[in-house]
């Protein structure tokens, strides 16, 4: 990944026609996507989702759709954490483990990696993980020899219907990208604060610039302005050809702040996530060829020749990535709200949501209750009750616990042979699967002081980082869902009756967003007064 001054980062930037922003958010909504401030000025038309001969249809069921989840986090906040107390939900219980490989490794067409003893899982566990449980499926295999799915007694999340969380194990180069993207994050933010660095200001000052309709970029020093957290959002700018050596990361300020090796480290870890992310989106949404014109992996889209002509001399801000990574380092709370949330509860506009697992915790995800029984600040029950449940921290799968999951390869967990990875599905994931998965809910709080510490002030606070990338549908106008051939996986499940047994399935959505732009859904979805 090139590294670019800080002055021919303005001037590229300038050539993608993309404006610059010093200012910071002024607000962040609640599916994590930040709202500029009232300054930023529009893009141009080449930005915009383009229009279709469907796009000024209504989608009465789609805006229900947003409203439904937006109730769903309300109700949510009802819901209570009970870590350590005697029958609690745990990690364990509720939070599916994965093992997986990238693509592009030389293990990856092997099903068994002898040399680190490590089982790839496989489409059918993908999907089982993260599919809702109340009417939970498994593949049959009849007589012929021919695969089917069916519904299944078994569930992956114990007493609770699904997250729409699981956790990855990663091993061997895989694993070293993630401690990279980490290694990435945490020298970014010791730069930002070293008053010597004179790259600091320079990132600083860049700010928050909109690339596109709900797509930013930028360092953002004090969120909200409510000294809770600090965000960095980098979108990548992909080369024409399949090489990613060329691949631009934007900011480009970033570069000059961490330096070749470290940037390049992070670019790894980067298209590791996505790798992975595109793999599970497609496992369970039993996509094919399809996959690449839907799923922003990071790639340019010219590189898929069955879907666009080259145009190598393209500059049109469209072709930078509507996934993005995003750093978080969140500040030490003050005394008098230290028990509060740095990030309420809230869900992610996209397939997917992948984060290494922090070395602090304080991610908790929603684990609705299976059978409407549990503890909430509210009474209730019936399918669709979601104060129901508790509240949970992934946490890495325990040796002993869970042994085909533990870090143990060939030595010892803290041997550094595998990595993990927290795994949430978003809004775009419950979409497309028509109800089969739940998008996490999910929320941060920050550590509180311990008991007998004294005074808050003077406890040593660590700040926590945190590194997720979000996975998102492409922007172009060769990202149109055709629900009929992309969205196999889910008319399989509906053959079976497994969405339309389901809690989040809602009858005729799917059908009334055949035919358009993916990403347009986003507006949709959050303009809830329509």
């Known amino acids: 990944m090139t590294v670019f001054t800080t002055s021919l980062s303005l001037l590229v930037l ?41 796009s000024d249809k209504d989608r009465p069921l789609l805006r229900q759709f947003g409203r439904g989840i937006k109730q769903r986090v309300h109700d949510s906040t009802k819901g209570v954490h009970r870590f350590g107390m005697l029958d609690a939900y745990t990690s364990g219980e509720t939070i599916p483990s994965l093992d997986m490989q990238c693509t592009d490794t030389e293990e990856y067409n092997d099903y068994i990696n002898t040399a680190n003893n490590f089982e790839v899982s ?23 020899g021919v695969q089917s799915q ?13 997250s729409g969380c699981s956790i990855v194990r990663l091993t061997g180069e895989d694993a070293t990208s993630i401690r990279g993207l980490v290694d990435y994050a945490n020298k970014f933010f010791e730069r930002v604060d070293n008053i010597n660095c004179e790259y600091g200001d320079a990132v600083k000052d860049v700010g928050v610039f909109r690339i596109a309709n709900n797509v930013y970029a930028g360092f953002d020093e ?22 990613t050596e060329n691949d631009v990361l934007v900011p480009m300020e970033v570069g000059n702040l961490v330096g070749e090796e470290s ?33 922003d992996d990071g790639t340019h889209v010219n590189q898929h020749s069955h879907l666009n002509e080259p145009q190598p001399d393209s500059m049109a801000s469209d072709n930078v990535s509507n996934s993005y990574h995003r750093l978080v380092r969140y500040l030490k709370p003050k005394e008098n709200n230290g028990g509060d949330a740095a990030f309420q509860a809230h ?29 909430g600040e509210e009474e209730g029950g019936g399918e669709r009750t979601q104060s129901i449940g508790e509240w949970v921290r992934p946490i890495m ?48 709080i920050p550590p509180k002081p311990p008991l007998s510490a004294g005074t808050f002030d003077n406890i040593k606070y660590k700040p926590r980082v945190s590194a997720p990338l979000f996975l998102r549908p492409r922007r172009g106008k060769e990202a149109l869902l055709n629900v009929g051939t992309d969205l196999q996986q889910s008319t399989l499940a509906s053959a ?20 358009m732009h993916l990403w347009s859904a986003h507006d949709i979805v959050h303009n809830h007064n329509k």
């Open 14 to 54: 300038s050539a993608f026609n993309l404006p610059i922003h010093g200012s910071a958010f002024s607000a962040i909504s609640v599916d994590n996507i930040p709202i500029p401030s009232s300054s930023a000025s529009a893009p141009s038309s080449s930005t915009e989702v383009p229009n279709n001969t469907n």
């Open 122 to 144: 496989s489409r059918s566990e993908i999907r089982e993980a993260f599919r809702e449980s109340s009417a939970p499926i498994k593949t049959v295999v009849g007589m012929n």
């Open 150 to 162: 069916q519904p299944s007694s078994h569930s992956p999340h114990g007493r609770s219907s699904g």
């Open 222 to 243: 004090n969120v909200n302005g409510e000294d809770k957290m600090q965000f960095l959002d980098t979108r990548i700018f992909p080369s024409v050809d399949d090489s």
């Open 263 to 295: 940037l390049n480290n992070a670019h790894r870890g980067m298209k590791t996530l996505l790798d992975i992310g595109s793999q599970i989106t497609v496992a369970v949404l039993g996509m094919d060829s399809s996959a690449e014109k839907l799923i």
């Open 347 to 375: 869900v992610d506009s996209s397939f997917l949501t992948l984060i290494p697992m922090p070395e602090l915790p304080g991610l908790e995800v929603w684990c609705p209750s299976k059978s409407g029984e549990g503890y």
């Open 397 to 444: 799968p325990f040796e002993g616990l869970e042994s085909s999951k533990s870090c143990n390869i060939g030595n010892t967990k803290e041997s550094g042979d595998c990595a993990y990875v927290i795994v949430m599905a978003g809004e775009f994931l419950q979409l497309a699967s028509d109800g089969c998965v739940p998008t996490c809910i999910h929320r941060v």
């Open 496 to 515: 079976f009756n497994v969405a339309s047994n389901g809690i989040y399935h809602e009858k005729g959505l799917l059908d009334e967003c055949d035919e």
